[in-house]
């Protein structure tokens, strides 16, 4: 939780919650599963402005307009912690507290660490989707805490002490950012810039609104909202940006390796020959989370800052790629044919040493098929392999990169493999297991493809996963 006021606002959101119930009755009706509950409690659910009666009866003041209504399911996900620590102190053998909406991410991983399913997740635009994944995702935590026979409260120990151990690896060193290939504005309030941009401290990580597409290393130029409005830092994304189901925005990330440059005003780029043309510039800076900034954007961004005396060696540059790998990549079969297999063979791999679409009984009768499993074993369903790899045609928007991390996961898990990868048309990402545990945020090694024409990448790579290692 932030400051006082942040606080305040969040009990008083949590009690609108209980009254808003209340008053409409959205209780669990008996013999009611619980699946059926939710769903109608999210599709009649409102905030409304209540009152209370002289008898103390709480009444919806017809007068007043709703600062939820109801089916407003994007605005519902912004308050899903309230939401899901109501519907714990009411059904706790149902539902879960969610209490760190903004670091999905940390979920993300616990789930992973505790061996847990995590469900199918909803498209960007499928806002009631989210909820329903909360609901799904209490199912499955409960299942977990039924066969571990853990209480409610031991549950939310085991969750929430087991999440402040992970946010707390957020203050370990930063381990190698990939190259930069995308640069994206961002925006920061006041409270922000006097509490965080102004004067971070050394290795300072803060988790930020972005595009859905951005990139672990991208480069992140943050505009500070009135009464400062200027870009006034440059930073790093140090993870992928993460869809973020319980929140009101789409993605986060977490910015690190700020540079505080001189203020760039908006009236100086108004004034400025090039920047009085970019549209965002035009708006005012006007919803600019997200919003995609140029190679060109960025070199003239420097030349106003040289202007100012500002040395730019010290800023992160985009990344310059041996155009040596400029293949037409169409589709998932292009990426195996084109640029996953030919890397196989500089690996010192032969195409008897990998199987491709290996079928793998998951269940009673469902058949998983990883893309390349690598020397399997085992007399029923080869059982055992030590790498497994997935290749998709784009995974760009972070909904794609977590159901690929998932799918291939799970195979990995399948076949007892210590190192999985999956790998798009843009880069190949690597993990490991350390610990028992693969760390999703955390890759053993990520690239593009055209780094791989240099020899010490190329060289790491092969100590990864090249075949005379893969086979020890």
Not at 120 to 129: E, H, N, S, V
Not at 167 to 172: G, Q
Not at 279 to 287: A, L, S, T
Not at 395 to 420: C, D, G, H
Request: hydrophobic share 35%.
């Amino acid at each position: 939780m932030g400051d006082i006021s942040e606080k305040e606002d969040f009990i008083n959101t949590l009690f609108s919650v209980y009254e808003n119930v209340s008053v409409s009755q959205l209780s669990l009706k008996e013999n009611e599963k619980i699946n059926s509950f939710f769903e109608r409690f999210i599709d009649n659910f409102e905030i409304s402005v209540i009152e209370e009666n002289e008898s103390g009866e709480l009444f919806k003041v017809l007068s007043e307009k709703p600062f939820i209504k109801q089916k407003d399911y994007k605005s519902l996900c912004s308050i899903t912690t309230e939401i899901s620590l109501f519907l714990y102190f009411q059904y706790p053998e149902s539902f879960l507290p969610i209490l760190f909406s903004e670091r999905f991410d940390k979920l993300m991983n616990l789930l992973d660490v505790l061996n847990i399913e995590f469900p199918q997740l909803p498209t960007t635009i499928d806002k009631r989707g989210r909820l329903i994944l909360y609901n799904n995702l209490c199912e499955n935590i409960i299942n977990f805490a039924k066969t571990n026979e853990l209480t409610p409260a031991e549950t939310c120990a085991c969750i929430y002490d087991f999440a402040k151990m992970l946010l707390a690896e957020d203050l370990e060193n930063i381990s190698d950012l990939p190259e930069p290939t995308n640069i994206w504005l961002t925006g920061g309030s006041k409270y922000d810039y006097e509490t965080f941009l102004k004067n971070p401290s050394e290795n300072a990580q803060s988790v930020w609104t972005c595009n859905e597409k951005t990139k672990r290393g991208d480069i992140i130029v943050m505009y500070v909202l009135s009464p400062y409005s200027c870009i006034q830092s440059i930073w790093r994304a140090n993870i992928d940006g993460v869809f973020t189901p319980f929140n009101y925005y789409n993605s986060r990330t977490t910015v690190t390796n700020g540079v505080i440059i001189p203020k760039i005003t908006i009236n100086e780029l108004r004034n400025d020959e090039y920047f009085k043309n970019l549209p965002i510039v035009r708006k005012n800076f006007q919803g600019v989370n997200g919003v995609k900034f140029s190679a060109k954007d960025y070199m003239e961004l420097q030349r106003i800052l040289i202007s100012k005396g500002f040395n730019t060696s010290c800023l992160p540059q985009l990344y310059k790629p041996n155009l040596e790998i400029e293949l037409n990549i169409k589709n998932e079969k292009d990426v195996e044919e084109f640029l996953l297999i030919p890397l196989l063979s500089k690996l010192g791999y032969s195409e008897n040493d990998w199987t491709r679409q290996l079928s793998q009984k998951a269940g009673r009768k469902e058949k998983a098929i990883p893309d390349f499993v690598f020397f399997p074993k085992g007399e029923i369903h080869f059982q055992n392999a030590p790498l497994v790899i997935e290749a998709k045609y784009d995974m760009s928007s972070s909904v794609e990169r977590m159901k690929s991390y998932n799918q291939a996961l799970s195979y990995a898990r399948m076949m007892r493999a210590t190192i999985f990868a999956i790998c798009d048309k843009d880069r190949i990402i690597i993990y490991k297991e350390i610990d028992n545990n693969f760390n999703r945020f955390k890759p053993t090694f990520e690239k593009h493809w055209q780094n791989l024409n240099d020899a010490e990448t190329f060289n790491n790579l092969k100590k990864i996963i090249g075949r005379e290692y893969i086979r020890k």
